[in-house]
């Protein structure tokens, strides 16, 4: 079977930039576009196939179809026919609401289906692009609601600096805001679960005030601090280079110049590609031969044994 590529399903927002629709090579008129959904199963936002036997269809359509063939056989009896991963695109033209996700623990205290556990990795974005990720100084959940009630919660989260190659692992419960400037892959559990923090006191096209969320958020912070939340790897060309390894997601990058065979046979599991620059060609062990693109995103079925690519890119691996 030939890998599953999909039409991406695009999000304009408050903050959205104008880097999405080029970057995909779109014919769209759209602004504000913050968000491209590439591969995703969440119920009411589901990506669409656009090409193949399944053209036409939702993404929960092929896994009730192929079942473990796609996703793998402990995948299967994990998820049944929900697919684990959310893939996105996020431009972030303006910084987006400080905010948290629960853990699948407390998320179902809480009501939810399950929480969000993601990691984002930064592509080209502008050079004065930053981020806030992780508690940077101790603090109670009561003195976290007085900041948040006095405008002073940024000073206790951690402020980066990012660039191109930049990768932060976001577990459920890590406060974190993504700043303006930014331009990065989201890999995140299914899940559309977010409690906002602070707004930066913005306002809606209406002119309201965006709901926050401080006392489901006051229940779900990791207050934990870390000395340092960016994700350390060195890199390699034409080699995979491990970025996260979580119960939710494996994620490789891959910098290539040269051909190199992806051995994916030990793998129980669907593999994702996401093409973050240049160009090149990807072909599995069925003799499929996929042109790709930056901006593109492929699910490879668990059937898949290797993928061998050619070309100058930039690829993200992951798989559950």
């Known amino acids: 079977m030939k890998p599953l590529r999909f039409k991406p399903l695009l999000k304009q927002t408050l903050w959205g930039g104008d880097k999405i629709i080029p970057f995909k090579h779109l014919h769209e008129n759209l602004e504000n576009v913050g968000e491209s959904w590439e591969i995703s199963g969440v119920p009411g936002n589901e990506t669409i196939v656009s090409e193949g036997k399944y053209a036409g269809q939702p993404l929960s359509a092929v896994v009730a179809d192929m079942k473990e063939k796609l996703v793998g056989v402990a995948n299967y009896q994990r998820f049944g026919n929900e697919f684990p991963l959310l893939i ?24 939810k289906e399950r929480g969000k556990t993601e990691m984002w990795y930064v592509m080209d974005s502008d050079p004065d692009a930053s981020m806030l990720v992780g508690l940077k100084e101790k603090i109670t959940p009561e003195e976290y609601k007085e900041m948040v009630a006095n405008d002073t919660i940024v000073d206790a989260i951690d402020h980066y600096d990012v660039k191109e190659g930049d990768c932060f692992f976001l577990p459920a419960g890590r406060i974190h805001s993504i700043g303006k400037g930014c331009f990065l892959c989201e890999i995140q559990q299914t899940s559309d679960v977010t409690y906002r923090i602070y707004d930066f006191k913005r306002k809606d096209k209406n002119g309201n005030y965006r709901q926050l969320h401080t006392q489901e958020a006051a229940e779900s912070i990791n207050y934990t601090v870390l000395p340092n939340y960016r994700t350390e790897y060195v890199p390699e060309e034409n080699k995979g280079v491990m970025l996260v390894q979580c119960p939710y997601f494996h994620t490789l990058l891959y910098d290539l110049s040269s051909p190199v065979t992806i051995d994916v046979s030990a793998l129980d599991s669907f593999i994702i590609t996401i093409v973050t620059k ?15 693109q930056a901006g593109d995103s492929l699910i490879f079925p668990a059937t898949t044994k290797q993928i061998k690519t050619e070309g100058k890119m930039k690829l993200i691996e992951t798989y559950v």
Do not use: R
């Open 88 to 111: 996105k695109f996020i431009d972030a033209a303006q910084p987006l609401s400080i905010q948290v996700h629960p853990t699948d623990e407390i998320a179902h205290k809480q009501g």
């Open 278 to 292: 240049g160009s090149g060609k990807l072909t599995d062990n069925e003799g499929n031969v996929i042109d790709v």
